[in-house]
């Protein structure tokens, strides 16, 4: 192996040794044989490729360094062959999809690889044999024989067509553009001597003969179409046409058989004259039992007589029209009753034009013959297919007739039958079905005997224009001959007809084709509950259905959950949902089915209720009636027990304005009260009497009794704090220091502060009567107004002092009188002032007990002054009341004190 240095030194050697006539150089190295072969597909095949002197002398070369190739693809190295020092070979099979070129290529050096030489392969097959040779001799004018050429070879192929009678050769035909059929000209072959054909094909790889044909060229003829002359109608033959035509081959030549073929013009069925009608020679041919009016297309071909050769081609269609004659039936004929009505009914009577098959001819018009009971009633002729007449309520037999130039159509009758009759048997076991794109009705006849036909109405709407047709006794099955349209429902009903009338009606309903519904049902709601909804929706309008609504499917999902569907069926308006969540919107659409599939309806919301109907009532009118109870009760509380609660809610609180306190002093008169005003009439007060200490001394006093007065001192003390102050003092008299531990340094207030006053309101001693003369004493109590000072007009006049433990009015009042004073031994005053008596309460007697030290007190105040008064040996004097006075000075006036409150059935003492 040379160094990379060497290698390029040696190629640029190469090059420009071989750049003056490179082509030769490399021609002269090497060559393949054998050159361009025509292979065999699917062949074994070696090529050589010998190198020259010259190669192997500058190159350096031998047959170990060829690499054979095909194209761009390198031949595996296990199919080569070195044969010696200069020659390599190798050796494949032909494939169909070879690749040309076919190369062989040296390594110089063992490093560069140059291509020495390369041949092109021709890849391709032998030819088949021929087979099916025929040829047609047309109408003696020349011939063409056509064979099968067998598979592709892909080679150039050649056939060649040879023909020979006797010992005499013909020219070849050779194939031009084509290579299965050839054509001799009619000068080149003979009629009434046999003659042997056959076939040659030839390409690079050999060479194929087909059979011979061997053959009389009379025998191969194939004539051509006979032409149609003319067609004869007579009116003498209504049912037949006569058709003359043109031989295509002479007498001499051939005789010639005929196949005849006619058919109604628009039609597509053919019919076809028997053979053996036309099996001989002839020029003309009459068609019989032919449709009267009726134009027919007639054509016709032809063949050799003895049946060799071939049949020539349908000749040109030829029409006609049979002559007319009166038409073979009567118009199919019905009727439509209006209600009786002003003694007559209205009868529409209505046929059909005759089928052209039947009218044999133009029809002119229709006679319209009406009888009643076997007389004569009405005959009209007309060119309308229906007409309107009154009859009366009896029975009428109607008959129309259909007439053309060549006469009248037998009758079709109908029976108008009596109002009010019976109808007769209907039919049964009505069934539709599709059948060839057409709508099919099949029904079972009624077991009665004297059926004349059946009567088929059908519409689109029962207020659209109502079709019909009439068919025999014999049928049972029938397809609506009409405009039917796809998605449309069509309403059938069947009548019997019987000579003496028809049968009662059936119906069925029908689609010829069926699809999806146009829209879907809408939902809307009825009622929504909390748990439940009544959805409701209308019928589908039977123009949108577009056939037989089998189901609907109801579809339901809440805002925050799953699509949920129920099926329902398909006559239900109304569906109620259950088990729905409270307080919820829902999404519902409805989908309708037919047999074709389904269609949604749009889409509609609702939301359930928070609360069923009824809860909310079961918990207001619970509340409510609670509410109630509690107020009424409330109420009773109030007002049976209106006096606690105003006592520890709103106390009286005394008005000053209304105050009377000013008729206390000497300067103002005796307030008088009338009859009318004066609360307690003379003599039913009890006097009052104030008590006046006119001086003690207070060593007549113990300290154990000075101690017992304390506890009135500081309540007194306390009382003066909440009493109101209203200005003034009783009977005028000068301020007074009350009895506290505050005497000197409230010395200096005025009656504007307090309002002093106090009262003894005694009753007689031992049933003595009390002075008449009654006074006030001036009083430092704190006690605010009492409830009968502020409402002196309230009181009834001439009320009467409850004895025991009744209740007494507390309205009280006080008459003023400073002058008139009673002395009781000892300095005591007693004013009287009448004023109500009231029982001493339990608390009352308690707090007289705090400070008496002497008796309880146990009964009311209609106690002696003895009572009220005890002087003790020592000479103090203990007072049993709930005031006493304490160190009266001489010069000053008497003192009394008198309880703050007044309370109901007694005073509340201080």
Known sequence: MLSGWSWIIYALSIALSTCSDEDELLKACAYITPESPVLSIGSRFTAFCTLNKTCIDIFKQNASYIVWKTKSTEIPKEQYTVINRTTSSVTFNVPSSFENPLTCSSLIYGQLEQTLHGIFLTVGLPPDKPKNLTCIVYNQDYMTCTWNPGRPTFLQTNFTLKHQWSTVEHPDCIPVGVNNSCTISASDFQFFVNTEFWVEAVNALGRNRSDSLIEDPVKLVKPNPPFIDKVISTDELPSALKVVWKNPLATVVMKLKYNIRYRVSGTMNWAQVPDEDTATHRESFTLQDLKPYTEYAISLRCKNEDDSGYWSDWSKEKTAVTPETKPIKGPDLWRKIDDYSRGSRRVLLK???????????????????????????????????????????????????AYNKAGASPASILTIPVLNFKELPAVTNITTFVKDKQLWIEWTAPKMPNIKGYIIEW???????????????????????????????????IYPLYNYGHGSVQYIEAYLKQGSPTAGPTVSTKKVGKNEAVLTWNQIPVDDQNGFIRNYTLFYKPSNGNKSSVTLDESLTEYTLTSLSGNTQYMVHMRAYTDSGGTDGPDF?????????????????????????????????????????????????????????????????????????????????????????????????????????????????????HSSGIGGSSCMSSPRQSVSDSDESESAQTTSSTVQYSTVVPSGYRDQQPPATRSFARSESTQPLLDSEERLEESPAGDSIPGGDSAVQSNQYFKQNCTSTETIAGGLHVEHPRQDLYPIQEE???????????????????VSKRDILHTSPEGHVDIKLETTMLNAAPNEEPKCYLPQTVKRGGYMPQ
């Open 459 to 493: 519409c689109t709407k029962c207020n659209s224009v109502t079709e019909w047709q009439q068919e025999s006794n014999s049928t049972h099955r029938t397809f609506l001959r009409g405009d039917i349209k796809p998605l449309k429902r069509y309403w059938i009903s």
């Open 844 to 862: 009352d007697r308690f707090r007289l007990n705090q400070f008496s030290g002497v008796w309880p007190v146990e009964n009311q105040l209609d």
């Open 351 to 401: 046929w059909k034009k005759l089928e052209h098959s039947n009218a044999n001819g133009f029809i002119l018009g229709y006679t319209v013959n009406i009888t009643r009971k076997i007389q004569p009633f009405l005959t009209i002729n007309t060119t309308d297919t229906n007409y309107t007449v009154n009859l009366s309520k009896d029975a009428y037999t109607v008959k129309v007739m």
């Open 605 to 721: 919301t609702f939301t359930t209720l928070k609360f069923a109907n009824g809860e909310i009532e079961a918990i207001v009118i619970p509340t409510c009636l609670a509410f109630l109870f509690a107020t009424t009760l409330g109420f009773l509380v109030c007002f049976y027990k209106r006096d606690l609660i105003k006592k520890y809610i709103w106390p009286n609180v005394p008005d000053p304005s209304k105050s009377n306190i000013a008729q206390w002093s000497p300067q103002t008169p005796t307030r008088n009260f009338n009859s009318k005003n004066q609360p307690y009439p003379e003599g039913s007060f009890p006097s009052v009497s104030v008590v006046e200490i006119t001086e003690v001394d207070k060593k007549s006093f113990s300290e154990q009794d000075i101690k017992s007065l304390d506890p009135l001192k500081k309540e007194k003390s306390t009382s003066e704090g």
